[in-house]
């Protein structure tokens, strides 16, 4: 499988405790989105990595959350103390840079699942 | 402002009849229109997306349509069979990378 994957597929913590996640996006793909969505909504931003630099940060990224790719490949999203209102799958997107210059179009992997007691 | 709608909320057509969601955008600086398909309990798959040069594409049963004065594009599904039952969701960019998504539409072909 060439596609976009994510581990954990599903992580169950309690309250307080600190989680990371990891994605690995298709290989020749320079940018890597993370993205949260909880139940009955789109997807929400939470952040972007074009190689190993973090370009964007949503307001929604409070100072529990921080996102890395060391090496421009993998990216890890770790929270920390989480809260119950963390549950939500975390989605995380690739792309390839366009000829235009502009990375738009997005693969998603399958998602990391969290629920915190 | 970023703000997309999308209606219906949800959607329900008979098998080989059409359906029809729609979305409207404020920010004239969105230039790419994709829809994904989302399915339950997996992720959302890119099926169509068109860009602000275009008016209309199509791929098979598939068609996306975009009016950038009306600030307004759709998603058209020929020929509905009972695997497009899914969750659909547009999404915009306004003007930069991250994409900002409606709220989706369950749609619900009856076979």
């Known amino acids: 499988d060439t596609g976009v994957s994510q581990n954990p597929r599903h992580k169950i913590t309690k309250r307080g405790q600190n989680v990371t996640f990891r994605c690995d996006p298709i290989?020749?793909?320079?940018?890597l989105y993370w993205y949260r969505q909880t139940l009955g909504q789109g997807p929400e931003f939470l952040t972007y990595?074009?190689?190993?630099?973090?370009?964007?940060k949503s307001r929604l990224l409070s100072d529990r959350f921080s996102a890395e790719r060391p090496k421009g490949s993998f990216s890890t999203l770790e929270i920390q103390r989480t809260e119950q209102g963390d549950s939500a799958m975390y989605l995380c997107a690739s792309s390839p840079l366009g000829s235009s210059g502009g990375a738009l179009w997005k693969y998603f992997g399958p998602g990391t699942r969290l629920t915190v007691t | 402002g970023e703000n997309v709608e999308q209606h219906p909320s949800t959607l329900s057509v008979q098998e080989g009849d059409s359906a029809v969601i729609k979305c409207t955008y404020s920010d004239s600086a969105s230039n790419y229109f994709p829809w994904y398909k989302q399915e339950l309990g997996k992720r959302p798959q890119l099926i169509i997306d068109?860009?602000?040069?275009?008016g209309e594409k199509k791929d098979q049963r598939i068609a996306v349509t975009l009016n950038k004065t009306a600030k307004h594009f759709s998603l058209h599904i020929t020929e509905t069979q009972p695997e497009d039952s899914a969750v659909y969701f547009c999404?915009?960019?306004?003007?930069?990378?991250?994409?900002?998504f409606g709220t989706g539409t369950r749609l619900t072909i009856i076979p």
């Open positions: 068109i860009r602000s040069n275009v």
């Open positions: 999404a915009l960019n306004f003007g930069n990378e991250k994409l900002t």
């Open positions: 990595f074009q190689n190993e630099a973090q370009l964007e």
């Open positions: 290989s020749e793909h320079n940018r």
